[in-house]
């Protein structure tokens, strides 16, 4: 079974421009969230899709938001980049979303920007 | 105060030995207990699970979690050069909305 991938892998931005990453979960998955990783604050919880649908969002400004299509599949942007936006961002997929499921990470886009 | 504690180390053994990782916390509602394993340029991979308190063994791996002093810990035992990698720990409450520690960089030394 394909893990979780995660395009592009790497990718090198500017202030004030936008960015879209793409998230393909684990065939079956449901459930797709979101991670921020950064040396400075460690992973920290962006957003969480379920059938389309966000279900639960951490404490991100508005300019990071994310979508979930059909097939589970999901992208997040980010507007207007600040250079505290470089970090790895990490997609996790699980079967559901009611309680406690086990996450499948990705392997992250590390984004850079200048 | 962060609401999840993790000394980010380093942390440098010999292998074989018996290495010890922490995490303290400070939400009371947190149910379930991950550690989490991530070496350099992957995403992190589960180690353990735990829900509520008590003690979970797998292999060499123990993770034990204690409630009532909001402190959880992942023992390894007979510890690998391939162990060496980032060791994180994670809780929620009821959903995906995960915790995180800062991470332990951990090496073993052949």
């Known amino acids: 079974k394909a893990g979780v991938t995660q395009t592009p892998r790497y990718l090198i931005k500017t202030r004030g421009q936008q960015v879209t990453l793409s998230c393909s979960p684990i065939?079956?998955?449901?459930?797709v969230s979101w991670y921020q990783q950064t040396p400075g604050q460690g992973l920290q919880f962006l957003f969480e899709?379920?059938?389309?649908?966000?279900?639960n969002k951490g404490n991100f400004p508005g300019r990071f938001s994310g979508r979930q299509f059909s097939n589970s599949r999901s992208e997040m942007n980010v507007s207007t980049l600040e250079l505290g936006d470089s970090a790895l961002y990490l997609c996790?997929?699980?079967?559901?979303?009611?309680?406690?499921?086990?996450?499948?990470f990705g392997p992250g886009t590390r984004l850079t920007v200048l | 105060q962060k609401e999840v504690e993790q000394d980010p180390g380093p942390l440098s053994v010999p292998e074989g030995a018996i290495v010890s990782l922490n995490c303290t916390y400070s939400?009371?509602?947190?149910?379930?207990f991950m550690w989490y394993r991530q070496y350099s340029r992957k995403g992190p991979e589960l180690l353990m699970y735990t829900y509520s308190s008590g003690n979970k063994e797998d292999g060499r791996f123990t993770a034990q979690v204690d409630k009532s002093s909001k402190y959880i810990s992942l023992f390894i035992r007979d510890s690998q050069p391939s162990d060496s990698a980032t060791y994180l720990c994670?809780?929620?409450?009821?959903?995906?909305?995960?915790?995180f520690g800062a991470g332990t960089r951990l090496t073993v030394k052949p």
């Open positions: 994670a809780m929620t409450y009821s959903n995906n909305d995960m915790r």
């Open positions: 996790a997929s699980s079967l559901v979303a009611s309680a406690y499921n086990e996450q499948f």
């Open positions: 065939s079956g998955h449901r459930s």
């Open positions: 899709y379920f059938s389309e649908t966000q279900r």
């Open positions: 939400n009371s509602a947190f149910q379930y």
